[in-house]
């Protein structure tokens, strides 16, 4: 009795694992599992995932289409999570392949910036190489850093265009800033002499307040990200980092060393979109996904459509 009761828990907890096995090769959530255009043959499977933001699920589905058209079958998990999120799936191997930046690889490392991009991409390719087995491919020059705006109404009326301008009329200014930029606006002290006890006033605000106080003049300056196309739409400015105070986040597929050497051809099918991503070329994107998603189009179907008519226009795709 005690043997065949041992026997049906012994079969029962292998149909459990076999279904456990199974729902695992499926897909759930926002994952999305996409064939190759080339028949059931394929070079090998991969996955690829992403951040939340758009510009992030820009690349990521940017780095599937590019990886479909090569013959790789791709899961695709757009907007998977924020960066320690990803960069747990990535180090777990729940992921293969994902976007990420050169400055937040700096963070993740605990090494200071050197105010030269090169030399900080260089950085973090060793320094996840050695520390996480994994590889950086090539940068763009995009650079989704932080950066100061104003509105353009008081840029015309102060005379302020750079952070030098800012830096002249400091303590005459009032500066908003979300929680995340603080650090790095006091980082302005090395290149620029300007901290954020520079000016009149300093106040830590969530992102959209922040231009909201500049509007209403509570503020003249406020802490914002490079490649937010919401800027230049609302009618504000951002002021040129003339002396590049600001570290550089520019994005670069980093991919989980053995996938490299399992597929040495990954690198020669990203590579080549690294020099068509600009900084403008990334808020001309995210605008026409806004635009999209205001025809009434869901954000996932935008980001397809969007990455997928820009790798055309480049001929990519």
């Known amino acids: 009795m005690f043997l065949r009761s041992l026997k049906t828990k012994s079969a029962g907890a292998l149909i459990l694992v076999l279904l456990m096995l199974l729902s695992a090769c499926g897909t759930s959530g926002n994952s999305s599992?996409?064939?190759?255009?080339?028949?059931?043959?394929?070079?090998?499977?991969?996955?690829?995932?992403?951040?939340?933001?758009?510009?992030?699920?820009?690349l990521t589905k940017m780095y599937t289409l590019l990886l479909q058209k090569a013959g790789y079958k791709v899961t695709e998990k757009p907007a998977l999570g924020n960066s320690n999120i990803v960069f747990q799936a990535i180090s777990s191997g729940s992921i293969d392949?994902?976007?990420?930046?050169?400055?937040?690889?700096l963070n993740k490392l605990q090494v200071p910036?050197?105010?030269?991009?090169?030399?900080?991409?260089?950085?973090?390719?060793?320094?996840?190489?050695?520390?996480?087995?994994?590889?950086?491919?090539?940068?763009?020059?995009?650079?989704?850093?932080y950066a100061l705006c104003t509105s353009k109404e008081t840029s015309q009326k102060l005379g302020i265009t750079s952070?030098?301008?800012?830096?002249?009329?400091?303590?005459?200014?009032?500066?908003?800033s979300p929680s995340d930029g603080v650090s790095f606006v006091d980082g302005l002290q090395k290149v620029y002499g300007l901290t954020t006890k520079s000016f009149k006033s300093t106040q830590t605000v969530d992102?959209?307040?922040?231009?909201?106080?500049?509007?209403?003049?509570?503020?003249?300056?406020?802490?914002?990200?490079?490649?937010?196309?919401t800027v230049p739409q609302g009618g504000?400015?951002?002021?040129?980092?003339?002396?590049?105070g600001f570290p550089a986040f520019n994005p670069a597929p980093v991919v989980r060393n053995d996938i490299a050497q399992k597929y040495p051809d990954i690198a020669s099918v990203l590579n080549p979109l690294a020099p068509k991503l600009t900084t403008d070329v990334s808020i001309q994107l995210q605008t026409q996904v806004a635009q999209k998603k205001s025809d009434g189009a869901s954000v996932s179907r935008a980001v397809t459509l969007v990455a997928t008519d820009f790798l055309?226009?480049?001929?990519?795709?």
């Open 97 to 105: 392949i994902y976007p990420e930046f050169t400055a937040t690889g």
């Open 163 to 176: 952070i030098s301008d800012v830096k002249a009329k400091a303590s005459q200014l009032a500066l908003t």
């Open 113 to 145: 910036t050197t105010y030269d991009p090169q030399k900080d991409y260089q950085a973090v390719k060793d320094g996840f190489n050695t520390n996480y087995k994994l590889t950086w491919l090539d940068a763009a020059p995009l650079n989704d850093g």
């Open 236 to 244: 504000f400015v951002f002021l040129k980092d003339d002396k590049n």
């Open 312 to 317: 055309k226009q480049q001929g990519l795709l």
């Open 207 to 229: 992102y959209a307040l922040g231009f909201d106080a500049v509007k209403s003049d509570k503020a003249q300056v406020t802490v914002c990200y490079g490649t937010d196309a």
């Open 33 to 58: 599992s996409s064939n190759t255009g080339s028949g059931s043959t394929s070079k090998g499977n991969l996955v690829v995932g992403g951040k939340l933001d758009v510009e992030s699920q820009l």
